[in-house]
């Protein structure tokens, strides 16, 4: 069956470090796909578990795994930079290895970016926790290129980093800078809009995103938001005061709650980001 799908340009990017548990779905989600890359390139960042055992298995099935076993603990902008080095094709697709890509998302990215002249193109996502089966929400990311970079001016974000297909000369012009991990994303965005690379969403979530204790989408610390508004000012040259930087954590935090928790107490926690930025919660039930 796989033999008589079609194999597009695409290299599929992923850093793995201890997600074993989730690398089934993760490939599976892969196999499954209405179009296969050329290549998978998986960079292992040393992890401790069972994950290279697990890949040995889908090589089986999916020959197009190009294992990148690193030997030491790198670090994730390092270990993706790593996997940047053995990008053979003309376009890249970045997800998460405790992710899982929906079937059309490889097939319609690739149609899209192909026939337009974009060279970064997202979608929205939907999140769902991990050990349940249905989605809690769908992302709502601007579609057209000057709405997401308005959004990286503001100190915001305008395309989902596991959710994304480059044309693989973004990422020979630019590479990740682990000393901004966990705002690496903002920060390769904001420079290759800067350099005047066209940026685009398609509006349809092809990309399922796990939330789990270990998961970036879990929890977003303080520091996150203070190297965001600083790679603001380094990028764009536009200074946030600590007040704002403050009210950005409480905001982005109590949304988070408001999506990730059950119950009536969700909608308190929606309540409050509403108080600290209306416009963003109107923006993303209402546009």
Known sequence: ???DKRTVPVDILTANFNNNNYLDDFFNSIYQSSVLPHRIIFVDDKSTDNSLATVGRWLLKLPQIFVVELSENVGFANALNEGCKHIASEYVVRIDPDDIMGVDRLEKQYDFISNHDVDVLGSNVSYFLDGEAQDITNSKFPLTHSEISSRYQEGSH???HGAVIFRSMC???EQYRQEYVPAEEYDIFSRLLKRGFKFSNLEEAFTRVRIHSGSVSN???YSTI?????LRYLIWGCKTNRFIV???YIVRNYYRKYLFCTGVKRYLFLVIASIFKPMAVIRRFFK
């Open 1 to 3: 069956m796989q033999l």
């Open 158 to 160: 305008g395309v989902c």
């Open 171 to 173: 990422l020979k012009v």
């Open 219 to 221: 929890d977003m610390p």
């Open 226 to 230: 203070e190297k965001t508004f600083k």
């Open 246 to 248: 403050l009210k950005e």
